[in-house]
Nanobody, 118 residues
Framework: VQLVESGGGLVQPGGSLRLSCAAS????????LSWYRQAPGMERELVAT????????NYADSVKGRFTISRDNTKNTVYLQMNSLKPEDTAVYYC????????????WGQGTQVTVSS
């Protein structure tokens, strides 16, 4: 099982980034997918979640209207489009997959750093 994030980096306030998470080794289309983030000294927090079909999404209040989660089940990839970035968005962003077949399995990526600074 692998979840590999990419797309992080340094961006100025007000800028945009698109994170990608490429998955392999499990039934991607049956997975609920999420992005989490963790800032230094803070607990990991849920940023956004998308349902198996992409028909339902949920966002943390702090990112609503600025971030968009999407998925492409043909490419086994989930995305996080981040617009109007703020310094408080600085964190390591993690991809998460929750697969419910007979049992529930949860997988994490290694994380990608996003730094918003002038």
């Amino acid at each position: 099982v692998q979840l590999v994030e990419s797309g992080g980096g340094l961006v100025q306030p007000g800028g945009s980034l698109r994170l990608s998470c490429a998955a392999s080794g499990f039934t991607f289309s049956r997975s609920e997918l999420s992005w989490y983030r963790q800032a230094p000294g803070m607990e990991r927090e849920l940023v956004a979640t998308i349902s198996t079909t992409g028909g339902s999404t949920n966002y943390a209040d702090s990112v609503k209207g600025r971030f968009t989660i999407s998925r492409d089940n043909t490419k086994n990839t989930v995305y996080l489009q981040m617009n109007s970035l703020k310094p408080e968005d600085t964190a390591v962003y993690y991809c998460n997959a929750r697969v419910q077949l007979i049992i529930v399995s949860v997988y994490w990526g290694q994380g990608t750093q996003v730094t918003v600074s002038s």
